[in-house]
């Protein structure tokens, strides 16, 4: 693992100029309030795969107490024994994907970001992925995918879409490997590709409900 180095390729270093002394409401409206949220942590990882430029996103099991179903990046809690958000962000994109770590080039943390409903005080970790491993779901009760999601199918405006949740609240949303990504990690990848100048023009007025299947 190392910082930013010149074996970043080309298309990715606009994403690691923007969001290199980003600041924490350009990412997210939610920021923390104090030191009292419970850290954890995720790992935003892009590679090049058959497909060209893509994105590491898994889908959590039907059956957890909460993000039942729910496309995400790989994380979670952090642990004492992490060292901090890079290490809780590749234990668990490990435990969750069976990627091999040693082949993540950690470039930077994005800044940290507050999820109100569950309290927990989340650092986006933004990783290359110098040497790709093979991925698959390690634990059905927790993860029941994983995708490798080609950057073109997220940047493709048919792929895209506003997302109603049953609360009224309407967030950004991507129709991509038979899922709905929303919340969180949706408006996490939103940002991504508005900062990096990947963002094309898209219909915010496609608006699809939570419980969308193609």
Do not use: K
Not at 27 to 45: C, N, Q, W
Not at 87 to 94: I, N, T
Not at 151 to 177: E, M, Q
């Amino acid at each position: 693992m190392s910082g930013a180095d010149p074996d970043i390729p080309a298309w990715l270093w606009p994403l690691v100029e923007a969001t290199r002394d980003l600041d924490a409401e350009a990412l997210m409206r939610f920021t923390p309030p104090d030191d009292t949220g419970r850290r954890s942590a995720v790992l935003i990882l892009f590679g090049e795969g058959p497909e060209g430029p893509d994105l590491l996103l898994i889908q959590r099991a039907e059956d957890m107490r909460s993000h039942a179903g729910q496309p995400a990046f790989p994380g979670g809690a952090e642990d004492p024994d992490d060292g901090g958000s890079v290490g809780a962000a590749l234990r668990e994109a490990q435990e969750e994907t069976g990627l091999d770590p040693d082949g993540v080039d950690v470039i930077h943390c994005l800044p940290e970001v507050w999820l109100p409903p569950s309290g927990y005080v989340v650092t986006p970790v933004l990783g290359w992925w110098r040497e790709p491993s093979p991925v698959s779901a390690m634990d059905p009760a927790e993860v029941s995918s994983v995708h490798r999601v080609p950057l073109a199918d997220l940047t493709d405006p048919a792929n895209r879409v506003s997302v109603r949740h049953p609360s009224g609240y309407i967030g950004p949303g991507f129709t991509v490997h038979d899922m709905l990504v929303w919340g969180f990690t949706a408006h996490l990848i939103d940002r991504i590709l508005a900062l990096a100048g990947w963002e094309r023009t898209w219909d915010s007025g496609r608006i699809v409900d939570i419980g969308w299947t193609r």
